[in-house]
């Protein structure tokens, strides 16, 4: 793997998990150290972290990494719904039902660990692996790439709410359905799963929105509706579907 590859992953990881949190200044000479590269490769690293919005130049203080607030959580899934719907309504007429049959088993076997507070970073990986199939069965790479860059800014939201085990349980039974879905071929079924999967994902980030702040959303229609936990996204809608649980 090339030196600017490499410190690219190192960094985009480190800003999604919040290891470098907002405002973080991603200075050449400390950064080259820390990695072990020269600064050639890392400028092309952060380079491409700024072309993602992930950093951004900052007068006076060099790149940072940019910040991230709940009050582009309705935007970010007014343009995930779009995408992840489409993307499963494509996906379900390629599908292979056996990768999603196997899929949907496995979040069903997750949802009872999750209710009982296990640590959800392995339910994360498996919407990984959901996504990364919906990606591929909908055979049409712009729309695989512009989820995978949107998926990006919607991990970051994950910091927002805590891990709550009834939500994340919720949240694997919807994926369960999805990936069901997907298995049955069933391009009308898998939107409307995704669909709800991304109306409770949202519902539960807008949950844990600060006192005193309104979404778009809020406003025009009143107070967030509470978390629900009963069965994405598809961070699809990850769901499929991201990463927000």
């Known amino acids: 793997m090339r030196a600017s590859e490499r410190a690219y992953r190192t960094l985009r990881q480190e800003i999604i998990e919040g290891q470098l949190p907002p405002g973080s200044i991603l200075g050449e000479v400390e950064q080259s150290a820390r990695l072990g590269l020269s600064r050639t490769p890392l400028r092309e690293a ?3 972290l700024v072309s993602e919005g992930l950093a951004a130049p900052s007068s006076g203080r060099g790149t940072v ?53 296990e640590d959800p970073e392995s339910y994360y990986r498996l919407t990984t692996e959901l996504d990364a199939a919906v990606d591929a069965a909908c055979a049409n790479a712009y729309l695989a790439q512009h989820l995978r860059s949107l ?16 939500r994340l349980a919720a949240s694997a039974t919807e994926h369960a359905s999805i990936a069901r879905a997907l298995a049955d071929r ?7 799963t995704t669909t709800l999967h991304l109306h409770h994902a949202l519902a539960h980030l807008q949950s844990h929105q600060p006192t005193g702040t309104q979404t778009h959303q809020n406003r025009q229609t009143g107070p967030a509706e509470p978390a629900e936990p009963a069965g994405s996204t598809t961070d699809h809608p990850t769901s499929t579907l991201e990463r927000t649980p």
């Open 65 to 117: 990494v940019t910040e991230v607030s709940l009050d582009e959580a309705d935007d970010l899934f007014d343009l995930r719904t779009v995408l992840e719907v489409l993307a499963a309504r494509r996906a379900a007429v390629h599908a292979d039902p056996e990768v999603f049959t196997q899929l949907a088993a496995r979040f069903e076997s997750a949802v009872e660990p999750l209710r009982r507070g």
């Open 46 to 48: 952060i380079g491409r």
């Open 151 to 166: 998926r990006v800014h919607l991990a970051r939201l994950r910091r927002f709410s805590r891990n709550d085990p009834a």
């Open 186 to 192: 069933n391009p009308e079924l898998a939107a409307a």
